[in-house]
């Protein structure tokens, strides 16, 4: 929706349909949706069927940096684990800089833990992960949210993150 907002179109002017990964390449196929937003492998792969085209890849065109994936917990646990929160961001921070300096490893890990075919996982530009989050870098989200009315208030962001 942020984007469809920044190109000048109503999202409440767009019919939007839920769809899972595994079936857009069928649902584009049976023309039965005009468009999906979508993620690798599922672009490479309707592309390569010959089912639709990429139009644009909207999480570029936002010129974002931010991550994102986010991992969360209730501050109550973590206060109560906080060794469980440092060995967590330790593996994060590791897996992070084995991604970033090693891409055979990297992409043979992603292959085997999603189960996708090592040449489809090759073929895939990939993003390179960085692990470092603050307060200050879910700002742009906040906005986001707050412009869609996704949030009643506006959240805290030196305590939203932990040091």
Known sequence: MKWLIEKGV??????????SFPTMLDVMRSQAVDAVVSSEPTVTRMTNAGVGRV???????????DPIIIYAASRAWTDQNPQA???????ITEGAALANSDDDKATAAIAKFTG?????????????PDPKLTGNDMLWWIEVM???????GTPDVKTLVLP
Request: aromatic share 8%.
């Open 116 to 128: 996708q075919q090592l040449e489809l996982v090759r073929s895939v530009t990939r993003n390179l």
């Open 10 to 19: 109503d999202p409440n002017k767009v019919n939007f349909v839920e769809v």
């Open 85 to 91: 929160v440092a060995a967590f961001r330790a593996a």
């Open 146 to 152: 707050k412009q869609q009315k996704l949030l009643q």
């Open 55 to 65: 139009a644009f890849r909207y999480a570029a065109d936002l010129n974002r940096k």
